[in-house]
């Protein structure tokens, strides 16, 4: 039998933080504005600008399987497996994440787009490298259910202030660095406000790196393989017909698919729907700042719910909130009171939906184990992270060709066509309702501990 791991400390609760807080400081601030940057900034517009994030976010889905399987058949030196690319990948990103915010002037629209590309493939390939890796260390921390879900509710606190720092933060970065934080009436971003993305861009990039260090001086991997386990080198075939085979594998892929397509239109609307509705850029600042604040208090309190009320219930609570926090801004669209009552909702549900999926991802590593006796930590969550990233990209490409097909023109502010409000409506209410009730379905049929104990069972009866 499995010996139990003892608790996992805060200050190693801390370090998951720090990781987590460091690197959603680039995602987020790359959510909401490296659209608009190759949009206005590098006058791409918004069609090109949703091809390159599209094509660039499809390649990091196909590279996540082939970098999980990489990580999956190599184990480091000190005998670790994935501890350690925290410590070797964290500059080479850093790097990437200011070459995605620099402005490099070709006249040449096609030079543009063919740098802008391979950039995008690099921040990509190298967040990869850091961010599976990291998504499997709470399995291996620990063995514990409740420790697992403590480790993702400080992954989620993490994630909730990287994303203050990414998004609430930027009007002062940009301020502090000589740009103009507030465009006037014309909402178009100047050649100042270049100059002072691309530095804070730089201090993104700085805080990544320190996160990263803290991450990997403050975690321990401790959850060994067990002693029958045999190291098998995976071909990439017979890796994922062993996650096909797993059913709570293929449920919670299901489940985070919605998950990725809501985070998908809400983040990457938010600040069009500041530009174009309210008239004001920075009006995405407390509709920001209601999503963060109940996603903090959620991160502290989500696992005390979930161990009180049980998984199933915590996931159709947070999806039910979600649901009602919709129906203001689906009656009152413009109003932005209406809108940030649906950032507050889905702070409490995609929180708590991050908290579930993650810890379900860290306990099928565990059935993975049983059924085929090696851990397959990397590839749960290389299979997790391609579907995320196909639902990012499919909804980033669908949203900004349909804002091209009804001439859709951030730059114009307020002066808009009604076809691209009515886009609008339908990416930040209605497609998040249908997701919703798809992540629900799904969700409630997860059921981990019996598939366990099945498989067990199955080993027993075999012995």
Known sequence: MENKIKKIGLG?????????????????????????????ICGLGVKWAGIIVAIGTVWDAVNDPLIALFCTNRRFKNGEKVRPYALWMCVPWALTIVLMFTNFGFTDKTWTIVVALLVYFAFEALYTFL????????ALATNDDADRASINAFRGLGGCLGSAIGTLLIPTFITLFGGDSKTGDDKIYTSADTTAIFWT??????????????????TTERVK????????????FEAYKRLFKCKSWILNMCFILGYGIIQAFIMNNVTYYAQTVI?????STPILAGYLVVAVIISLVGP???????????????LIVTLVGIIPYLIFPTQIWAIIILAICMGFGLT????IFNTNRNNISDVLEVQNKQRMDTLVAGGDNLITKLAEAGAIFVMTQIYDLVNFDASKGTDQPAGAFTAMYIFLGVVPIVCSIFMAYFGSKINIPKELEDAKKANMATK
């Open 352 to 355: 708590f939906t991050f908290i």
């Open 225 to 236: 393989p067990r002693e029958d386990d045999v190291e098998v080198k995976l071909t990439f």
């Open 12 to 40: 190693e609760k801390l370090g998951f933080m720090s990781f987590s807080a460091a690197t959603n400081v680039a995602f987020n601030f790359k959510s909401i504005y490296y659209t608009i940057f190759l949009d206005v």
């Open 279 to 283: 008239g004001d850029k920075n009006a």
């Open 131 to 138: 961010c599976m890796p990291y998504n499997s260390m709470a």
């Open 304 to 318: 005390a719910i979930d161990r009180k009320i049980g998984r199933k219930k915590t996931t159709i609570l947070s």
């Open 201 to 218: 861009a730089c201090v993104m990039g700085v805080i990544c790196i320190i996160g990263s260090l803290i991450h990997y001086f403050t």
